[in-house]
């Protein structure tokens, strides 16, 4: 549970960034998805393919939301009609929105319990 709350922040914060980025002149349509990821799997101590998977959806989906918001067909600006027609999107969008949902999977995943930690030095 803390992890989606995790990625609910991570999402937004993502979202913004996006829009932010672009008025700088950057095309970062992955961030949002990175973000939601690694606010999904920041929060939390295990590792989880579940919540991975919930999370790449959920970035996948909100990659194509800011892509709507930023820049919606001219045909008809409706979200409907942008769904009807992704296919129609550049390909490096496209490729930026899966590459958001694929960071966000891997991000997302958290660690495993039995990774190896840093070794901690003791004083002298």
Request: net charge positive; hydrophobic share 55%.
């Amino acid at each position: 549970m803390v992890g989606l709350i995790g990625a609910a922040a991570g999402g937004i914060i993502g979202y913004f960034a996006f829009f932010w980025a672009a008025q700088q002149g950057f095309y970062a349509l992955m961030l949002p998805g990175a973000l939601l990821g690694a606010g999904g799997g920041l929060l939390v101590r295990d590792k989880s393919v579940l919540r991975a998977a919930i999370c790449a959806m959920f970035a996948v989906a909100l990659g194509l939301f800011a892509e709507w918001r930023f820049a919606p067909f001219r045909a008809d600006q409706g979200l409907g009609y942008f769904f009807a027609h992704v296919q129609q999107l550049r390909p490096l969008t496209l490729v930026m929105i899966a590459l958001g949902g694929v960071f966000g999977f891997w991000l997302a995943l958290g660690k495993s319990p039995n990774a190896p930690q840093a070794p901690t030095s003791s004083p002298p």
